[in-house]
């Protein structure tokens, strides 16, 4: 049986250890589908499982990495023929599934997906969970009323983080006017590269306010922030509109009123990119191969070797990466 290579978290007695090592793929024993993984990607939780935070990982030992693309080896399943090419996103992967850090995987086939037409491995990795997400978001707020030619705009929190960063893209796309906002003033040619109207500074919408109610300003909005920048996204929301929220990383904690939701009829989404059926999980990928512009999602990826996982992980915590981080699990 062959062997592969892995970045592998460890517990026992209480300590965390992390390290790369060779395993047999015997070990392999979860789903229908094996996998030769060439690209898995970075994300928010991958940077807390690589770093030893908890929240993620729920068993162990435990190879991390949300997302991986690859070629089938080998398939149970009459829907994956060896040699084709497919995508996994946040299906457990990292948390009770071994994941993607690592240069084979077996998943079941309801997980699996068959990855576009005109999208290779390192593409469908420059996507990703995060960009799946920024994908679910959209859909969420058109089956919400959302449509194009509104007079306002749609608002896009952490707009130079991963999802931040393809939602802006694909509204931008589809002819809406995107504010993106953003804690970091220096992304803002990056973001208005992807097709950002107007750069909003994130601390106008986490400002505090002693108003359950202000200037209606959004046609709808994505947010991948919590806390309170989506307290201010919802007070300044349009009667009827909606935010997709899908992102803590400005905090778990939601302080706001009822007086949006009965005053002015919006809606808070959420958005949960894990537990999405198979049909659906489809959907998606059908619309960002129609929907992302290619050249726009290679204006955010970044390749980094597999070797870097860790000081990666310290920086996408730290807010320090822009838009996807491809990892290379060969290298």
Known sequence: MASFRAFVVRQADGQTTFGFEQLDASLLTFGDVLIRVEYSSLNYKDGLAVTGKPGVIRSYPMIPGID???E?????SEAFKPGQK???TGCGTSETIWGGYAQMARMKADHVVAIPPGFSTRQAMGIGTAGFTAMQCVMAL?????????????????AAGGVGSVAVAILAKLGYSVVASTGRPEAAEYLKSLGAAEILDRSVLAAPSSKPLESERWAAAVDTA????LAGVIRTLSTGASVAACGVAGGPKL????FPFI????NLLGIDSVRVPQVQ???IWSRLATDLPLDKLESMITVEPLSKIQELGTRILAGQTRGRIVIDVNA
């Open 142 to 158: 058109e089956s919400h009323g959302l449509r194009p030619g509104g007079s306002k705009p749609v608002v896009v929190t952490g």
């Open 86 to 88: 497919v995508v996994v």
């Open 281 to 283: 999980r489809k959907e």
């Open 68 to 70: 991986l693309a690859g």
């Open 226 to 229: 919590g806390g309170d920048t």
């Open 263 to 266: 005053l002015r009829g919006v």
């Open 255 to 258: 302080q706001t009123t009822v």
């Open 72 to 76: 089938v080896m080998e398939s149970a």
